[in-house]
């Protein structure tokens, strides 16, 4: 009698354990499908906000500035924005932005600057990124309130220039006008400059300094040939993005300025809460859609910019 052979262990069904999880032929149905939906499902957040508070304004206000009073298309609000008011108050606002950006992005730049030339461990260095991650954030009505508490009518300094110099309140009228916001906006465009410029300036490597020297440049020729040009796309950018910022702000100007709409966010403000001049709520839409227009174009110079900036910063 014969020994009878061992039974041999049952091996894997094929298909089944052999396959590979996004395998066509994985026994557990959708598990590919909802491996490749688990990272756009993290982002269903961020969409319904973008959504929400992005496009659904957008696509409002387009609609609204070509609407007439009656709900019909019209375009007679979009053709009123080339009328003296808006014009002298798109003017405004274009010379408080680049001006406002300008010196910020000069001042901001070269105290970035200085930041970068402290030690990584510094104190000094961890307290001024930390004030001026506060100060960029710094604005609306207690920026506008702290500027009139020092320079207005009856103000700190105010008082004390009167009592040293005999310089009345009739001198700070400026302060309440286009070179009043100026001023003020540039307290917190040096701190936002510093933000956004900072990394560009610490991905600016000290070999290529080194390189420069081995080769016998000075340093005035590695920052006019080498750091210059590779800091340029970035400083512009940064540039680029304080304009946008200053372009869109409007707590602090309506704040500190009590009459009249020197700008354009302002001037909205008027058209839609105006008790003499009613049913302007459409000409607030078309100059809502002026203000995307500029700022789209701003942006999109800034991303083409930050696109160059990346190619030297990895």
Not at 83 to 92: G, I, Q
Not at 189 to 209: D, H, N, S, Y
Not at 252 to 266: E, K
């Amino acid at each position: 009698m014969t020994a009878s052979a061992p039974l041999a262990a049952p091996g894997p069904t094929p298909g089944a354990a052999d396959s590979p999880p996004d395998s066509p032929l994985d026994p557990r149905p959708g598990s590919g499908r909802l491996r490749r939906l688990g990272p756009a499902v993290g982002l269903l957040p961020f969409l319904v906000y973008v959504t929400i508070f992005l496009i659904i304004p957008t696509v409002t206000v387009a609609v609204g500035a070509f609407q007439s009073e009656d709900g019909g298309f019209s375009t007679e609000k979009v053709a009123a924005l080339f009328d003296e008011t808006p014009m002298r108050a798109l003017r405004e606002s274009l010379i408080l932005s680049a001006t406002s950006a300008a010196i910020g992005a000069v001042l901001g730049a070269l105290l970035a600057y200085l930041i970068v030339t402290a030690p990584a461990t510094s104190v000094l260095r961890r307290v001024v990124t930390s004030v001026c991650g506060v100060l960029a954030q710094f604005g609306g009505v207690t920026l506008a309130f702290a500027w009139m508490a020092t320079l207005g009518f009856g103000g700190l300094l105010t008082g004390l220039l009167a009592d040293v110099f005999g310089v009345g309140d009739t001198g700070t009228g400026w302060l309440y006008d286009l070179p009043g916001l100026i001023l003020v906006y540039t307290y917190f465009q040096i701190p936002l400059m510093v933000i956004v410029f900072l990394p560009a300036l610490e991905g600016v490597r000290p070999q290529w300094r080194e390189a420069a020297v081995n080769l016998g440049a000075t340093t005035r020729q590695y920052w006019t040939k080498v750091a210059f040009p590779l800091l340029r796309p970035a400083f512009l950018g940064s540039a680029l993005l304080l304009f946008a910022n200053a372009f869109a702000a409007y707590a602090t100007a309506a704040a500190l300025v009590s009459q009249g709409s020197p700008i354009t966010p302002l001037l909205i403000r008027a058209a839609l809460t105006s008790e003499i001049v009613l049913g302007q709520a459409n000409f607030a839409y078309a100059l809502a859609l002026e203000m995307v227009v500029v700022v789209a174009v701003v942006m999109g110079l800034y991303a083409w910019l930050l696109r160059r900036t990346s190619r030297w910063l990895q």
